[in-house]
């Protein structure tokens, strides 16, 4: 199995606690600033992806709605991880394709937890 992820975040110091997280459970990582460098660097490699909502450039709405509508690794599980907790945003990144949503801040065992259950279905 692949054990590959893709961060999008435009916080350099969330980007650094998720490479610490993943690094230290032996996730490898290619991360992206926004959510076009991400889709750049998108391909079918990756067994996983974890987005911020807000980003410039494109937003982790716009960067899922690009991953299903593309024609490689469509499929992988997306994990939003974000600030924002309005159930109108939830219900936004589910139609776009989301497969999960955490709230920050959040705590180490919660990702794991989720990256680990993700080949099932994850709820909100």
């Known amino acids: 199995m692949k054990d590959k992820i893709l ?3 435009d916080s350099v110091s969330m980007r650094q606690m998720l490479k610490i997280i993943l690094t230290k459970a032996g996730y490898e990582f290619v991360e992206a600033n926004d959510g076009q460098e991400a889709l ?11 987005t911020d909502l807000n980003m410039p450039n494109m937003n982790g709405i716009e960067l899922i709605r690009s991953i299903r509508n593309g024609n490689v690794n469509s499929s992988v599980p997306i994990v939003m991880v974000t600030t924002e907790s309005e159930e ?9 394709g989301a497969t999960a949503w955490i709230v920050k801040p959040f705590n180490e ?13 994850v709820s909100f």
Do not use: H, N
């Open 109 to 121: 065992e919660k990702l794991l937890a989720v990256i680990k259950k993700i080949s099932g279905e």
């Open 40 to 50: 750049k660097l998108f391909s079918d490699e990756f067994m996983l992806v974890i």
């Open 7 to 9: 961060i999008a975040d």
């Open 88 to 96: 109108s945003m939830k219900m936004e990144g589910r139609k776009a």
